[in-house]
């Protein structure tokens, strides 16, 4: 028994140096944790608190907890966030509080990077006082606490496409190095890390609103072991959630949560260690508590629905078309506007019959029309506006052309007579609509 302690004991020490970032089991339902470039990934504005007691049976084994709020601003395109940590370990101690910053940008249809960084100040501390010792005389013993404080920074770059979010991040870009006592010369080394992380939402079932979201996280530390996470999480509904996970050479994870009205979370992850210290250490409990405040940016909340995400392409084809049509319904409507404030030209034309050449005009298909008389129902300066008055025509259940003079601009006719007396009797037939019209004789 007195050699298990003393392993234990060593598990611990190193721990306290190979461990330097918090270590967390819930970091999917928060990613900004370990990579600023999902700093404002939800769209909405999120807070969370989590709370994990490491190992729980042995004294000084790691306590952390951490606090972040993050969002987006600009359309989505900016994120924001704030994170305030400690973390505790034995006689170590860090606390931090850092700035979050990302920028979304458009690669192409649906494929979205998100560049990240964050900066902040971090304080490091040992406090020797906290120690058992047996013999208090001991001239080499601290009595006291050693601590200092410096900059710090993490860079991140997240990827979207659809339900796919991954991302690649260096944490402690400095490398800081924290002398803790001028006499002895001891110091503490913070040691960059890189994080691989990817998850995906796979919808299980439509009917009953089951969708499994697998995630990976892989940890690289120069100086300490490579670790590996994967998770296999499950919801219904996004009300409850439950899962499982297996990190490499160290525990086996279970959680469970519950999310009411879309806005408030409780989630709870417990980690059974196994190898040499399974059944000592008590294993280790982490509780999130998250709340949304609702959509940060601007414009509506965007659904999260794996089904309706699948089909986004469709979607956004149909909707492109539609977007077409009305962008040819404004102009048309625009056109109209124009037809009502600046007036009909035609009503400047006094006489009944006006006689010009066939070949300084135009018809539709850019030809010189034929000889005759036209029943002129409009005169317009611009193409859209004579457009414009062809469809209310249209609409009227009166049949219309154009023809285009260089000059004096569109003419709407409704038909084309061959003799003086048709087109008079014609144009007193329309008249009760458009009484400005005429007759325009083409030779």
């Not at 967390?24 to 999902?38: A, C, E, H, K, T």
């Amino acid at each position: 028994m007195k050699n298990l302690y003393i392993y234990l004991l060593i598990i611990v020490a190193t721990t306290g140096f190979s461990q330097q970032l918090p270590l967390y089991s819930q970091y999917y339902n928060n990613p900004m944790l370990i990579n600023p470039g999902f700093t404002g990934n939800s769209e909405n504005i999120e807070a969370n608190v989590i709370h994990r007691n490491q190992w729980k049976n042995i004294p000084g084994a790691p306590i952390t907890s951490v606090m972040s709020v993050d969002g987006t601003t600009l359309d989505d395109k900016v994120g924001l966030g704030l994170v305030i940590m400690d973390d505790k370990m034995g006689l170590f101690a860090r606390r931090g509080i850092y700035t979050s910053y990302s920028y979304r940008i458009q690669v192409a249809t649906d494929h979205y990077i998100k560049p990240g960084i964050s900066f902040g100040v971090q304080d490091v501390m040992i406090d020797f006082s906290r120690a058992n010792i047996s013999d208090n005389n001991d001239p080499n013993l601290y009595t006291n606490t050693h601590r200092k404080s410096s900059f710090d920074a993490n860079f991140g770059v997240a990827y979207k496409w659809k339900d796919l979010n991954a991302g690649v991040s260096v944490m402690q870009l400095f490398g800081n190095k924290f002398r803790l006592n001028n006499d002895t010369g001891s110091y503490y080394r913070a040691t960059q890390k890189i994080n691989i992380y990817a998850s995906y939402v796979v919808p299980i079932s439509k009917e009953y609103k089951i969708n499994a979201r697998p995630c990976m996280a892989l940890n690289i530390n120069p100086q300490g072991p490579f670790q590996a996470d994967v998770f296999a999480n499950f919801d219904y509904d996004e009300m409850v959630y439950a899962g499982f996970g297996f990190r490499s050479n160290s525990a086996v994870s279970f959680n469970l949560g519950f999310k009411w009205n879309k806005t408030l979370r409780i989630s709870y992850n417990y980690d059974m260690v196994v190898g040499k210290l399974k059944g000592y250490t008590g294993g280790s409990h982490e509780i999130l508590l998250g709340y949304s405040f609702g959509k940060s940016g601007k414009g509506e909340e965007k659904p999260n629905d794996a089904y309706t995400s699948n089909q986004n392409s469709s979607a956004v084809d149909s909707l492109q078309n539609q977007v077409n049509k009305l962008k040819q319904e404004m102009q048309v409507v625009k056109a109209e506007m124009d037809y009502q404030k600046k007036g009909n030209i035609a009503d400047q034309v006094k006489d009944d019959l006006v006689i010009q050449y066939a070949k300084d005009y135009k018809d539709y298909n850019g030809n010189v029309p034929a000889k005759g008389f036209y029943v002129v129902l409009g005169q317009f300066k611009t193409l859209p506006q004579a457009e414009a008055d062809e469809k209310e025509l249209d609409k009227a259940g009166i049949h219309a052309s154009l023809l285009l003079h260089a000059i004096k601009g569109y003419f709407v006719y409704s038909q084309i007579l061959q003799d003086r007396v048709t087109a008079d009797d014609e144009l007193k037939k329309v008249r009760w609509k458009r009484i400005d019209s005429y007759v325009l004789e083409l030779k």
